[in-house]
């Protein structure tokens, strides 16, 4: 089984940076995918990145590409998603997850609690 808590959100300038982190219990963990899903009050959850497991090949969205960069250590059982030059239509709930290598949170069976994000001055 994993367990996922991430950490590292808050409050952010527009134009800042941020790291976020996801850390898991699991012995099994680099087996997964990991990917970052994000939702906003009202709006649906969206895919942001994900990363695969021992390959760790990276796929980020294009609404954040060029912008955020997802990571993993497996040795620390440890997926990061480092926010650069964020926008106010950043903030959100960001959430991890473990599962298939995807897009879609349905091919996610592992999720954490969520870590609020806001871009405000």
């Known amino acids: 089984q994993v367990q996922l808590v991430e950490s590292g959100g808050g409050l952010v300038p527009p134009g800042g940076s941020l790291t976020v982190s996801c850390a898991a219990s699991?012995?099994?963990?680099?087996?997964?995918?990991v990917g970052w899903f994000r939702q906003a009050p009202g709006k649906e959850r969206e895919f942001v990145a994900v990363v695969s497991g021992s390959t760790r090949i990276t796929h980020v969205a294009d609404s954040v590409k060029g912008r955020f960069t997802v990571s993993r250590d497996n040795a620390k059982n440890t997926v990061y998603l480092q926010m650069n030059s964020v926008k106010p239509e950043d903030t959100a709930v960001y959430y991890c997850a473990a599962g298939s290598y995807g897009v879609s949170p349905l091919t996610y069976r592992h999720w954490g609690q969520g870590t609020q994000v806001t871009v405000s001055s």
């Open positions: 699991g012995r099994t963990f680099s087996s997964y995918a």
